[in-house]
């Protein structure tokens, strides 16, 4: 997976800019649900938010449209034969679905209050995207071990969970400053400039030795803030776990059926 990541951050900088920058433009005059997954032409599943009260630490639900049965039952007798016969459906309909369905993985199933309080963070919106941004990014390295070539797989699902991202934080943002509504344009240009140097930063890191991955994880997830050396270590160790377990989840699993179960940050004790 590793030879995937120094391909991974020169054309999804490109691409992250340019898509953001029209998807931002159009998405002030329109509402959350009709916020697209991929660039222009197509939509994501509706993401809707379940705790306003707490909007930055709450959990989101992303409905997945019903309208992937439709098109499955719509499918000829050759593609039903060739599922039956267990070869991967690759189409951009099932991709994109997965996509969210990963995205919805990290908001939904991450624990941030075992970060906020392992690592002394505040819980606010930008603490909230640090810990999110950390694990996409391992989502997208993944994603680009299906493909970094145009209009292969992993780079199509790559784009589709940045711009799931985006739109999900956008909504939030939005939520956060009701009251001062043209406060979230340069709020979340701010958040996409930091986004693609961590990006750069976290795939130099992991593409090195620990040193430089904690290197990256200490000036960017910590702030430079952080003197216990015994806790970043288990953060580097908690990346290079969560990596592990995406490397060795297969194409189905991944791509078409996303099974994903992260490790918590600080396991459990069992009594003795």
Request: with cysteine.
């Amino acid at each position: 997976m590793i030879r995937a990541t120094s391909r991974l951050t020169g054309s999804l900088c490109r691409e992250v800019r340019v898509g953001f920058a029209v998807n931002l433009v159009h998405s002030e005059n329109r509402t959350p649900t009709e916020l697209g997954c991929s660039y222009v032409a197509h939509r994501c599943p509706t993401t809707t938010i379940r705790n306003a009260r707490k909007i930055y630490t709450g959990r989101i639900l992303a409905t997945v449209s019903t309208n992937v049965h439709d098109v499955e039952s719509k499918d000829g007798f050759l593609k039903r034969f060739i599922k039956k016969m267990g070869w991967i459906d690759n189409s951009a309909t099932r991709l994109r679905v997965s996509s969210c369905l990963l995205y919805e993985s990290v908001v939904d199933h991450i624990n941030y209050s075992q970060f906020f309080e392992y690592f002394n963070m505040p819980d606010t919106f930008n603490t909230w995207f640090l810990i999110t941004e950390l694990h996409v990014w391992m989502l997208l390295v993944r994603s680009m071990a299906e493909g970094d070539e145009k209009g292969a797989a992993g780079r199509f699902m790559r784009n589709c969970i940045v711009e799931t991202m985006w739109n999900d934080v956008t909504t939030r943002a939005k939520q956060l400053t009701m009251d001062n509504p043209s406060a979230v344009r340069p709020q979340i240009q701010q958040l996409s400039e930091q986004f693609q140097a961590a990006l750069i930063s976290y795939d130099e890191g992991i593409s090195y030795d620990d040193k430089a991955l904690a290197a990256a994880l200490w000036r960017r997830f910590l702030g430079g803030r952080c003197d216990d050396y015994e806790k970043l270590e288990l953060l580097v160790g908690y990346v290079r776990k969560q990596v592990s377990m995406l490397d060795q989840l297969s194409r189905y699993d991944f791509a078409i059926k996303p099974a994903i179960k992260w490790a918590p940050l600080v396991e459990s004790r069992q009594p003795t």
